[in-house]
Every structure is written in C-alpha cells, then in structure tokens.
C-alpha cells in the first residue's frame, strides 16, 4: 500500500520559535498533499493543500504567513509553523493522494505532535 | 457550509456483535465516502471508499452508501476487542470533510 511518513513524531518548542514538519510519500508520487490539522476530542480539520511546485491553497482561516507549506518535490512537503504559541500545539497530519485514483482516496502520515509551551 | 454528521457515541457492543456507525451529509455533489480508524494518539486509517449507491463488502466491514437519503453506514460483523477506535466518515467534495467521529468500545 502507499506510505506516507512525517518526521518529527512529536515536537516540544518554546513559544515564539519555528518548528518545521516533514511529509514524505515512500513509495509514490504524490501529486497532491495535504495538511490537516487536530484538536484533542476533535476531528481533522484540513489546514491547506499543497501541489508539487505550485503555492498551497489555505482553507479560509489558516493564516498563509503562519503555516508555511513547501511542496518542492513530488515525495516531499513540509509545513513551518512559524513564531508558534501554545495555542498551536495540536495534531498535524498530513495526507497524499496517488493520483493514479478515480476515487480520490488519501494516505496518512502518522502525524505530528506538537506542544507549544 | 458543507457537512458530515456522525454520533460522536460511545457506541458499546460486546464482542462478536455487528456495530452500526452512520454518517449523514450535506453536500450532495460529495462524490465518494470513506471510512477511516483512529485509535486514540494515531493518524487515521483508511477502512474502505464506496462511491456508488448499496453495499460493498470487505472482510468483515461493509459500507453502505445511499445517496437519496444522503446517508453513509459501516457495518463490522464479528466485532473484536481491537476494533474499539473511533471512526471518521469523510466526503469527498474536492477536499475531504471529516465528521467528528464515531467512539466504538467492543467490550470482551
């Protein structure tokens, strides 16, 4: 099946510093990422979707300037979130599409959690 | 705003039961349905996708898919102790919407 992997799993940072996450698809092209975003007790509420080499489109409310998406190569996609505040501290996951699919269905990686203190 | 419902539960069935989770949603341009497993500090898993009107069957998970009553089922026959996760039901729509998920507690 498809792997998706993120590095770190867990992240622990002091408020107002930037932590970078990496999504990599494994053993596919993945056309498309996507970044979700989950809050204890929650479901997953997608952040953004990234295309290889195009600019991410956020979903209305994510701050563009804050979370940053790369999507510089077809297996890679890394989210920066940047001066982060322990408000951030959640979840984050992300997912790829094959592109080989009708159906449109999403791999996830294991996700990220991060704590802002 | 385009939305998928499901009973947040917990859902409790003993072990060997069939489990019933429901799913209802908004849009009806949502063009596929999927089922994912989370257990508790994990991504989500993918179950299966059904994207026509019925049933379709795999191992001991069946989706249902009714698209006039705008409504999405999983059936888990022989539940087990391991199955106890929450399960999300997304659309498709051209991004996936998630419902807030379904706690299941198959008690042994």
């Known amino acids: 099946g498809a792997v998706v992997s993120q590095h770190p799993s867990w992240v622990i940072c002091k408020s107002g510093t930037s932590v970078k996450i990496e999504c990599r698809s494994l053993?596919?092209?993945?056309?498309?990422m996507f970044w979700y975003r989950q809050f204890p007790k929650q479901s997953l509420m997608l952040m953004a979707t990234?295309?290889?080499?195009?600019?991410?489109?956020?979903e209305q409310g994510v701050e563009k300037d804050k979370f940053l998406i790369n999507h510089a190569s077809l297996t890679l996609s890394t989210l920066t979130v940047t001066s982060a505040h322990p408000e951030d501290s959640s979840f984050y996951i992300c997912s790829a599409t094959t592109g080989t699919s009708s159906y449109n269905e999403q791999f996830f990686g294991p996700g990220t959690r991060l704590t802002v203190l | 705003q385009k939305e998928v419902e499901q009973n947040s539960g917990p859902l409790s069935v003993p072990e060997g039961a069939i489990a019933s989770l429901n799913c209802t949603y908004s849009?009806?341009?949502?063009?596929?349905f999927f089922w994912y497993r989370q257990y508790s500090g994990k991504s989500p898993e993918l179950i299966m996708f059904i994207y026509s009107n019925g049933d379709k069957e795999d191992g001991r998970f069946t989706a249902q898919l009714n698209k006039a009553s705008q409504y999405v089922s999983l059936l888990i026959r022989d539940s087990q102790p391991s199955d106890s996760a929450t399960y999300l039901c997304?659309?498709?729509?051209?991004?996936?919407?998630f419902g807030q998920g379904t706690t299941l507690q198959v008690k042994p």
């Open positions: 053993d596919f092209q993945a056309t498309t």
């Open positions: 997304a659309a498709y729509t051209g991004k996936l919407i």
């Open positions: 849009d009806r341009g949502s063009q596929s």
């Open positions: 990234s295309n290889e080499g195009s600019k991410a489109t956020y």
